[in-house]
């Protein structure tokens, strides 16, 4: 009987199984929602539907649910983690801060998303992803000049910015018309990382200081310097989206007008849905993540692949790359695609020329020069997962026979040399017989 | 002027008694001698050759001039070992010295063709 229950189980889960995180299927599927009280999930209701009718299975759990566990027996159970609990001191069950960034080192996605009441765990892991949030506590942004105009006057920590990060593949195709609504606390990235991208800056008007007192010193974080929204793309293809304000997903600023001070226009809907959809979009892996298959290369002239090339040979290369559109892979067309042929540095880089149906291609001649040599693509581009492709080929010298003969330049040497022989000839004639 | 004449006068003496004393010398020695001048112009030949045209056959340049520069070297060890005003070779018999001289060529013609291509 147990095992019958086992077994029907089992079939249940198999196709959320098979469904999960795969090369041939990068989107992710099953989402852990961990949130500080339930009632976010009506809260921000629209962003979690929106998730939910992309195919994505949401899993909400309280932040300190003590049954919390991102794996079971070694596997992951989930592709991805939102953390929308920012006053979460500690997570229930087996999850900490490790456990997340393991999550995060094998390859899956996280979103956090802190406001005024951040925890030190919420900061630890923004701070170990490379960006570093106000290290006030009570410091939230403030915007003086480019806040969203209110009925009220207010103390101008909502913000109403537009100074999104220029990239098609992060953001959507579709520009942004309405600016974003952000209420909550700003961050700075460490310099040391260069994986961590501002998405959403402040204004230069911005800064970061508690509202409710008089500015007695000037504000750490100030400017363009101060960060709203930042992602973080591993070298494992890893993303990790990380916001200063929860609020910034929420029903009520998705769904709230907005007009920015000192502009007469008024905007029916602020641009938080098609920001954050986007961004997710992009987060989830339904955009910007490359494959390339097929890796070919041969002689010029011939067909099969060759184990070992001869200096200056002439030869062709060639890789199919593809983009995952979130359904289906799409022929990924660009001009900037390089091979370096590569021994301790490259001693070829060229751009590949492209079909336009995901086909690169490109013909150059080997070196003269012999030894174990690279074939290797190196592409990182922003917002685009990296491709990183290397295959070894040995370059031999030329044999012993395949050097050129009977030069015409060389024919007074040959001469010398069997001049001299029939030289020793008569030589030795005349010599024995002279007498 | 006068001491010019009594340098060149001087230099046709030099020579005249080079002249004859070389004309003492057995055949079998002039022979080899001819032998050494035709192998030295060849070589000089080659070389002005390279100068004109570069060094791209590197080989065949080396194996050309080598050969005549080897030929060269062992008709002249020849010669002293012949020669019977050299006490030091008077225990080898003439026709040994000539057997080693053919060996010696033999081995240096085979690594020159080697080379030559």
């Known amino acids: 009987m147990a095992n019958l229950s086992i077994y029907i189980v089992t079939l249940l889960l198999f196709p959320i199984l098979i469904a999960s995180f795969s090369p041939e299927n990068p989107t992710d599927r099953r989402i852990l929602v961990l949130l500080d009280d339930l009632s976010l999930r009506s809260s921000h209701s629209i962003f979690f539907n929106s998730l939910q009718s992309r195919g994505f299975h949401l899993d909400f759990k309280l932040a300190d649910d003590p049954t919390l566990s991102l794996q079971r027996y070694g596997q992951y159970s989930y592709d991805a983690l939102i953390l929308f609990s920012p006053s979460a001191e500690r997570f229930g069950g087996s999850l900490d801060l490790a456990a997340i960034l393991d999550f995060a080192d094998s390859g899956h996605d996280v979103i956090v998303a802190a406001d005024e009441n951040a925890s030190d765990l919420i900061r630890n892991i923004a701070a170990e992803c490379g960006v570093d949030f106000d290290e006030d506590s009570s410091a939230v942004v403030i915007d003086h000049i480019s806040y969203a105009v209110s009925e009220t006057e207010g103390d101008h920590t909502l913000i109403a910015s537009d100074d999104f990060i220029k990239s098609d593949v992060i953001l959507g195709s579709a520009k942004i018309e309405a600016p974003v609504l952000f209420k909550g606390i700003g961050h700075s990235l460490n310099p040391a990382n260069s994986l961590v991208l501002k998405v959403l800056s402040g204004s230069s008007s911005a800064y970061s200081a508690n509202p409710k007192l008089k500015l007695s010193n000037p504000p750490a974080l100030t400017g363009s310097y101060i960060s709203l929204v930042s992602i973080v793309q591993a070298r494992n293809n890893a993303r990790i989206l990380i916001s200063g304000s929860l609020d910034l997903f929420s029903d009520k600023l998705f769904r709230s007008s907005v007009q920015k001070a000192g502009s007469s226009t008024r905007y029916g809907k602020s641009g938080n849905e098609q920001f954050v959809t986007e961004l997710s979009k992009w987060v989830f892996h339904e955009r910007g993540h490359l494959k390339a298959v097929n890796v070919k290369h041969n002689k010029v002239g011939q067909s099969e692949e060759p184990a070992m090339y001869r200096i200056n040979d002439e030869l062709e290369y060639s890789v199919e790359i593809y983009e995952w559109s979130g359904t289906s892979w799409e022929p990924y067309v660009a001009n900037d695609v390089q091979l370096q042929f590569y021994m301790m540095s490259p001693y070829v880089l060229k ?30 581009r922003l917002g685009y997962t990296s491709l990183s492709l290397s295959k070894q080929i040995p370059v031999r010298p030329f044999r012993h026979n395949e050097y050129e003969r009977f030069i015409t330049t060389a024919f007074p040497y040959y001469g010398a040399s069997f001049s001299t022989m029939a030289g020793f000839f008569i030589f030795s004639i005349v010599y024995l017989y002279n007498k | 002027m006068g001491k010019s004449s009594a340098t060149s006068k001087d230099a046709q003496a030099l020579f005249h008694s080079l002249r004859s004393a070389y004309a003492a010398t057995p055949t079998n020695l002039k022979i080899i001698d001819l032998y050494v001048i035709f192998a030295v112009a060849t070589a000089l030949i080659q070389v002005v050759y390279v100068g004109l045209v570069g060094s791209f056959p590197f080989n065949s340049f080396l194996s050309g001039v080598l050969s005549c520069v080897g030929t060269a070297v062992l008709a002249v060890c020849l010669r002293i070992q012949v020669n019977k005003e050299n006490k030091e070779f008077k225990d080898l018999p003439p026709e040994r010295a000539f057997a080693d001289f053919v060996l010696c060529n033999l081995v240096l013609h085979l690594v020159i063709m080697n080379f030559l291509g």
């Open chain 1, 351 to 380: 751009t590949m020329s492209t079909d336009l149906k995901g086909l690169y291609h490109v013909s150059i001649k080997v070196p003269d020069v012999y030894g174990v040599f690279q074939f290797k693509i190196e592409y990182q």
